[in-house]
T-cell receptor
Framework: DAGITQSPRHKVTETGTPVTLRCHQTENHRYMYWYRQDPGHGLRLIHYSYGVKDTDKGEVSDGYSVSRSKTEDFLLTLESATSSQTSVYFC?????????????FGDGTRLSIL | AQSVTQLGSHVSVSEGALVLLRCNYSSSVPPYLFWYVQYPNQGLQLLLKYTSAATLVKGINGFEAEFKKSETSFHLTKPSAHMSDAAEYFCAVSDQGQAAGNKLTFGGGTRVLVKP
């Protein structure tokens, strides 16, 4: 299994509070991704990173920010959480050597915003 | 923008029967295609991928998928279902024209129930 650790695995918080999710990898892969998973929508890309301090928006980036200060860590922040951001969040990594390379996924963080 | 359609959000099969999960993509240029499986409370695990080397792709756990350009399809099959195949399956595409990295677009997923 790819060395990907997501923390926390579960979190319950209140509307309006800031939330930070962490993804840590031990594979030294260049690319890291954050997705959210909602029933009927599959996984949708929030943000991704193609190197330290290099990030870009995905399909559903509104309300989210990311940071990558080290190769191994990719943080996802909800500045002011809303109930619509209740979801399961997955981090993925790839070595990025071409679009044919698969992504490897962490076990997810289940986030509930009340 | 790419889109991926998985026909049927739920599929029920009997143990030993054929498993057929459908995936269609929208791109006019054949993309790279992937099938992932997700077991309860776990992340996604790669089953197989198509990267234009061969149209019939074999993956893990006895699954295979056939790329059909004329139908823009990449359906997943397994000849004989096993109870352990109960999971959710996702089809995903990656645009060959991406400058770097491989952003994936996922279908909505198909949950497979296997009946004894």
């Amino acid at each position: 299994d790819a060395g990907i650790t997501q923390s926390p695995r579960h979190k319950v918080t209140e509307t309006g509070t800031p939330v930070t999710l962490r993804c840590h990898q031990t594979e030294n892969h260049r690319y890291m991704y954050w997705y959210r998973q909602d029933p009927g929508h599959g996984l949708r890309l929030i943000h991704y990173s193609y190197g330290v301090k290099d990030t870009d928006k995905g399909e559903v980036s509104d309300g989210y920010s990311v940071s990558r200060s080290k190769t191994e860590d990719f943080l996802l922040t909800l500045e002011s959480a809303t109930s619509s951001q209740t979801s399961v969040y997955f981090c993925a990594i790839s070595d990025g050597q071409g679009a044919s390379q698969p992504q490897h996924f962490g076990d997810g963080t289940r986030l509930s915003i009340l | 923008a790419q889109s991926v359609t998985q026909l049927g959000s739920h599929v029920s099969v009997s143990e030993g029967a054929l498993v057929l999960l459908r995936c269609n993509y929208s791109s006019s240029v054949p993309p790279y295609l992937f099938w992932y499986v997700q077991y309860p409370n776990q992340g996604l695990q790669l089953l197989l991928k198509y990267t234009s080397a061969a149209t019939l792709v074999k993956g893990i756990n006895g699954f295979e998928a056939e790329f059909k350009k004329s139908e823009t399809s990449f359906h997943l099959t397994k000849p004989s279902a096993h109870m352990s195949d109960a999971a959710e399956y996702f089809c995903a595409v990656s645009d060959q024209g991406q400058a770097a990295g491989n952003k994936l677009t996922f279908g909505g997923g198909t949950r497979v129930l296997v009946k004894p």
